[in-house]
């Protein structure tokens, strides 16, 4: 009988899906560009040292980084704020969780220096995804060393910041959209769009208008590409879903500001003789390259309009009109800041320009650098950026004192407050440095405070019922016997009196000392705490 053998083993076959894959990443890799691994060293370069910076002088730094923690705390279920006061949730959330994971002055420092890094990641990204190459690097630097973006992230304006960057991505998922009108385009610009929603209302005002004009091109184009009005409402339609759960936020965050008359009574706040000096001090580390800049940005729609079907002549332009025009109706001087960004996509739009032109090679890998204008070129140019980087950090230092309004006396006082106090306890403080250093105490103490403050900071008719009183209260000389018996009226336990406030009177409280002894406590050296129910007859 013929004996029977078991059939040779055949290796299985390779599985297509992982096949697929491995190609995939291999693609990713090849086409990657020199400057995403010299761009990003440099972002975590400037990362770090903008958190040493930060971090340094023992307190927490910014003025508005209060404010986040407070919401933060709010929508976890904590602090002692009003239901009223509401705020895109993503940058309180991240500051809680910071906070919590690596201490107040180490979570705060290393939220500012990661936020300043976000609108030149998420510029090169998008010039990255518009072909263009090691050329990306130099506007991505351009906006990585902006004093602007320094600024930002010294006085604590994280939110418009990360959704800064988030702004040129969001816009590029929009113009794929109206090229494609398919509903994954309208799903990812909505998750994109909603992101900005979550972090800045203010940012999300300018890409809102700025996306809508990039899908109008999409819908008054040629026939042959244009859809139909059903699929048109459908995928927009699509792309509004996922932003569906912030209505109710942004209901009642735009109740509170179109109801709130003070507010509108400071959109005056910038006035048009006063354009050029704001932008001078926002970009005031090189004005002599900025202001040029400037100029392209105004100039180059028209300058390039033949490139109008390009992605960066679309996304620039579209964000320049929505900018100038809602800077037009509000006079809002922090739309100023998006023309960081602005820049950085016609800087790009104009690289894009001259290395088609010229063969420049800025829209590959490598540029061709045996082109001797080009080396000449780009040294120049990195000189120029690193320039300003080494500025932009010099700068920052003096930034970060300025809008740094705790010290670590403030600090230890405030602590000592919420360890003295019960959860219901009310305290008042002044204003320093005219900023609300009342954002701080409901942070860190955790306390409902009333606290004094320019009307111009606050848009909740809460917060500016509570400054008004805090305003009247600590109006000088003070203290005084009738401020205290209006602070007990209105149900303050303890009133937290910084030595570097404006108002803050030696002589005063020497006075008020003789008189009420049991009130007064020399805390530190830099606060002294008044207690009203010991001042009372």
């Given amino acids: 009988m013929p004996t029977s053998h078991p059939e040779p083993a055949t290796p299985p076959p390779t599985p297509q899906r992982d096949s697929s894959r491995l190609l995939a990443l291999r693609g990713r890799l090849g086409s990657s560009s020199p400057g995403d691994l010299l761009l990003g060293l440099l972002v975590l370069g400037v990362v770090v040292l903008r958190f040493r910076i930060l971090r340094a002088g023992g307190a ?76 990306a690097l130099i506007p991505g630097l351009l906006v990585l060393g902006a004093t602007a973006v320094g600024e930002a992230a010294a006085w604590g304006g994280f939110p418009q910041l990360i959704a800064l960057g988030l702004t040129p991505v969001a816009l590029w998922f929009f113009d794929r959209l109206a090229r494609t009108w398919t509903p994954s385009d309208a799903l990812r610009a909505g998750i994109a769009l909603t992101l900005i929603l979550a972090t800045s209302h203010l940012v999300a005002s300018v890409v809102i208008v700025a996306s809508g004009l990039i899908l109008l091109t999409g819908v008054v184009g040629s026939a042959r590409e244009r859809p139909s009005p059903g699929r048109t409402v459908s995928l927009l339609a699509l792309t509004a879903l996922p932003s569906v759960w912030l209505i109710p936020l942004y209901v009642s965050l735009s109740t509170q500001i179109i109801g709130n008359a003070t507010e509108f009574r400071y959109l005056t706040q910038l006035e048009w003789g006063d354009l050029v000096g704001r932008i001078e001090f926002l970009f005031r580390d090189m004005t002599w390259l900025w202001w040029p800049v400037f100029a392209l940005v105004l100039a180059t729609p028209v ?235």
């Fill in 303 to 537: 300058l390039l309009i033949r490139r109008r079907q390009l992605t960066l002549w679309r996304l620039s332009t579209a964000t320049l009109i929505s900018t100038i025009a809602l800077t037009a109706v509000t006079r809002e001087g922090r739309y100023l800041y998006v023309f960081t960004v602005i820049a950085g996509l016609d800087v790009g739009l104009w690289l894009t320009y001259l290395s088609d032109r010229y063969e420049l090679g800025l829209t590959s890998r490598l540029p061709n650098v045996r082109d001797m204008r080009v080396a000449v070129g780009l040294a120049v140019t990195a000189a120029i950026l690193l320039a300003q980087i080494a500025g932009g950090l010099s700068f920052f230092r003096d930034q970060r004192n300025f809008y740094g309004v705790l010290s670590p006396d403030l600090v230890t006082a405030i602590e000592h407050v919420a360890d003295t106090t019960t959860s219901d306890s009310t305290i008042a403080t002044t204003s320093l440095h005219d900023a609300p250093l009342g954002w701080w105490v409901e942070a860190i103490a955790q306390r409902p405070t009333i606290y004094a403050a320019p009307l111009r900071w606050l848009a909740f008719d809460d917060e500016i019922d509570r400054a008004t009183l805090a305003n009247h209260l600590f109006a000088p000389p003070f203290p005084n016997p009738e401020a205290l018996t209006d602070a007990a009226t209105a149900g303050v336990e303890v009133i937290l009196l910084p030595t570097e406030w404006v108002f803050y009177s030696e002589s005063a409280v020497l006075e008020f000392e003789r008189g009420y002894p049991d009130a007064v406590d020399r805390f530190n050296s830099g606060v002294t705490l008044l207690y009203p129910a010991a001042a009372q007859p």
């Fill in 60 to 135: 927490p730094p910014t003025i508005d980084a209060g404010n986040w923690l407070a919401f933060g705390d709010g929508l976890l279920g904590g602090g002692a704020r009003s239901t009223t006061i509401v705020y895109p949730p993503v940058v309180p959330l991240l500051s809680t969780v910071s906070v919590e994971t690596i201490g107040l002055v180490n979570g705060v420092s290393a939220l500012a220096a990661v936020s300043s890094a976000a609108p030149a990641v998420g510029l090169y990204w998008t010039l990255r995804r518009c072909a263009l190459g090691l050329g």
